[in-house]
Nanobody, 119 residues
C-alpha cells in the first residue's frame, strides 16, 4: 500500500513537503516515484528514486526546485518542493515499480494528494 500525505493550498513561491509511505511492500528491488496530473492535462513524472542505489531522476521543470529523497527507516519517499509555481498545481501520486519507473510499468499506485498553488 502506498499512502501520500502533505498536499495543501500554498501561495506562489512557498515551499511544501509531501511524503509517500510504502507499507507492506518489499521496496528494495524497485523504484519509488512521484507523478502528477493537472486538470485537463496528461500525467507526468516528477521524480523517481531507485530504492537500492538511490539514483534519482527529475523532470527538468522541477530539477532546481524539488528535492526527492528516500527514508529507509520509514520506507518513505519525500519531496521538498521549493519556489512553487501555479503550474505545479496538480494531484501528486506515488507509484512503485521497476527502475526506471514509468507510469505504464507501475505495480502499485497511491490515492494521490492535491497540491494547489495560488495564481
Amino acid at each position: 500500500q502506498l499512502a501520500e500525505s502533505g498536499g495543501r493550498y500554498v501561495e506562489a513561491g512557498a515551499s511544501l513537503n509531501i511524503s509517500c509511505a510504502a507499507s507492506g511492500q518489499y521496496v528494495n528491488s524497485y523504484a519509488l516515484g512521484w507523478f502528477r496530473q493537472a486538470p485537463g492535462k496528461d500525467r507526468e513524472s516528477v521524480c523517481i528514486i531507485n530504492w537500492r542505489t538511490s539514483q534519482t531522476w527529475y523532470r527538468n521543470s522541477v530539477k532546481d526546485r524539488f528535492t526527492c529523497s528516500r527514508n529507509f527507516a520509514k520506507s518513505t519517499i519525500d519531496v521538498v518542493m521549493n519556489d512553487l509555481r501555479p503550474e505545479d498545481t496538480a494531484t501528486y501520486t506515488c507509484a512503485l515499480g521497476p527502475w526506471p519507473l514509468r507510469a505504464d510499468h507501475a505495480k502499485k499506485w497511491g490515492q494521490g494528494t492535491l497540491v494547489t498553488v495560488s495564481t
